[in-house]
């Protein structure tokens, strides 16, 4: 993907869940022993998905870490629902939503839902922000 410039059929999809759902809730009562076989099933089947959509997939992401907000008002340490990303490519954005479709992330692990969204265009990003050469 080029870094200033968008690539048609290109999305972002953000993985969500927050630590204070029933889901993650149910997930954490789970004695430890539990916890590991679901979490070792959750991660075989989340290679399997990798494996099964490695032509869509052009940027494989990873989880996300603590957040800092960055405002007018300054920095601060804030929480939110974003767990993950990645960046696949669709013929369309109805495309790349199926293939979340039962995706581990909700099926098995305690997660709440995969958001998918084209990545646009800059506009002027040839001159506003050039690439490093």
């Not at 968008?6 to 149910?26: E, Q």
């Not at 954490?28 to 916890?35: G, I, T, V």
């Not at 974003?82 to 790349?96: K, N």
């Not at 084209?118 to 050039?130: K, M, T, V």
């Amino acid at each position: 993907m080029d870094k200033n410039n968008a690539t048609p059929n290109t999305f972002l999809a953000v993985f969500l869940g927050g630590k204070t759902t029933p889901k993650m809730k149910a997930w954490d009562a789970l004695p430890e022993a539990q916890r590991q076989e679901k979490m070792k099933e959750g991660m075989t089947a989340w290679h399997a998905w990798c494996d099964k959509h490695k032509a869509a997939i052009v940027e494989m992401g990873g989880p996300l870490g603590k957040t800092k907000k960055i405002s007018p008002s300054g920095i601060e340490d804030i929480s939110n629902v974003l767990c993950a990303f990645m960046v696949i490519r669709a013929d369309s954005q109805e495309a790349a939503a199926k293939l979340f479709e039962k995706h581990p992330h909700f099926a098995l692990f305690p997660g709440e839902s995969v958001e998918v969204m084209p990545i646009l265009p800059i506009p002027g990003a040839d001159s506003a922000c050039p690439s490093k050469p």
